[in-house]
């Protein structure tokens, strides 16, 4: 079993940036893709960024140029730096991890079989 708490989210002021964290714990080894998801109410969940185990990384449109996703294995660590960020960032984001090597499909959601709580980011103007 695996275990994933996200950590980082808060209130920011647009333009501003911040960093979350994703500690995965459990049976680690096996996770070769992680991405980072969000989620506003009443929308569909959105394909943040991915990464996988051959670093083969993908960012969603709104990403862009504004995030950036990185992994530090030996601290089971999962990360996205979120710079510039805008109100339209707001929402709930969501670790996720599976124990496949994703590559076109390291934006979908249905590929992930392990997912946190969440973290609440908010980014007011």
């Known amino acids: 079993q695996v275990k994933l708490v996200e950590s980082g989210g808060g209130s920011v002021q647009s333009g501003g940036s911040l960093r979350l964290s994703c500690v995965s714990s459990?049976?680690?080894?096996?996770?070769?893709?992680m991405a980072w998801f969000r989620r506003v109410p009443g929308k569909e969940r959105e394909g943040v960024a991915a990464?996988?185990?051959?670093?083969?990384?993908a960012y969603g449109d709104s990403a862009k140029g504004r995030f950036t996703i990185t992994r530090e294995y030996v601290r089971n660590t999962l990360y996205l730096q979120m710079d510039n960020l805008r109100p339209e960032d707001t929402a709930a984001y969501y670790c996720?991890?599976?124990?496949?090597?994703?590559?076109?499909?390291?934006?979908?959601?249905?590929?992930?079989?392990?997912w946190g709580q969440g973290t609440q980011v908010t980014v007011f103007s």
């Open positions: 459990g049976n680690t080894d096996g996770l070769y893709s």
């Open positions: 996720a991890s599976v124990d496949l090597t994703l590559e076109s499909g390291l934006l979908q959601a249905d590929w992930y079989k392990y």
């Open positions: 990464i996988n185990i051959n670093n083969r990384i």
